[in-house]
């Protein structure tokens, strides 16, 4: 399966900037999406990374706060912006293929001061 | 609303037995579900998977079934290593969606004790 790069794996910090999280994966795939893990809570999923095209967002996200881009079929960034302590969770990309069930990365641990 | 749901949020198994993970789901247009493995400072990584049309689907250790009138599913590992320590997760999507989407449960972390 494709290896995916996550960028960065941790950070930390302040409140009211952002951050931008780059996923690398070393193959051309379909799809692309961003989830989020808050502290003890399920993944969720942020949106559906379109190539070329404005991100599908799910329910109570929105594109101001999580910008995506996805330039090429190998890569994608999201940008958490604005940040607030709410906002302190562990962001994955994943990304899939036809036939074949979601493959993760190992995500990016950030915490808001 | 919590479409899928584990309510163990943890449990512990002694080596060699069995290990049993459950899950229920809410909305009866799910027609694929899976389960992932989550070590700390990892991401999820794919175990197994079954469609709605089985009720029973294994490989090597793992074993899910499906119970789609109670919607119900069920991860079954034996014999339980301490190498399976982990969170497990499981999944349901719609295929019919044609949006690959997943819900995830809330986990359930499996502690195996050597």
């Known amino acids: 399966s494709a290896v995916i790069s996550q960028k960065p794996s941790r950070d930390i910090c302040q409140r009211g900037t952002s951050l931008t999280i780059q996923c690398q994966v070393d193959?051309?795939?379909?799809?692309m999406f961003w989830y989020r893990q808050q502290p003890g809570q399920s993944l969720t999923l942020i949106a559906t990374?379109?190539?070329?095209?404005?991100?599908?967002?799910e329910s109570g996200f929105v594109i101001d706060k999580f910008p995506i881009s996805r330039p090429n079929l190998t890569f994608s960034t999201l940008t958490v912006s604005n940040m607030s302590p709410e906002d302190s969770s562990i962001y994955l990309c994943?990304?899939?293929?036809?036939?074949?069930?979601?493959?993760f990365g190992d995500g990016t641990r950030l915490s808001i001061l | 609303d919590q479409q899928v749901k584990q309510n163990s949020p943890s449990l512990s198994v002694q080596e060699g037995r069995i290990s049993i993970l459950n899950c229920d789901y809410t909305?009866?247009?799910?027609?694929?579900f899976l389960w992932y493995k989550k070590y700390p400072a990892e991401g999820p990584t794919f175990l197994i998977s079954?469609?709605?049309?089985?009720d029973k689907n294994e490989d090597g250790r793992f074993t899910v079934f499906l119970n789609k009138s109670a919607k119900h599913l069920s991860l079954h590992i034996v014999p339980s290593q301490p190498g399976d320590s982990a969170v497990y997760f499981c999944?349901?999507?719609?295929?019919?969606?044609?949006?690959?989407?997943?819900?995830f449960g809330t986990g359930t972390r499996l502690k195996v004790l050597a």
């Open positions: 079954i469609s709605s049309i089985k």
């Open positions: 990374a379109n190539q070329g095209s404005e991100a599908t967002y």
């Open positions: 994943s990304v899939k293929e036809f036939g074949q069930p979601q493959h």
């Open positions: 193959s051309q795939v379909t799809m």
């Open positions: 999944a349901a999507s719609r295929t019919t969606s044609g949006t690959y989407k997943y819900i």
């Open positions: 909305n009866s247009m799910f027609d694929y």
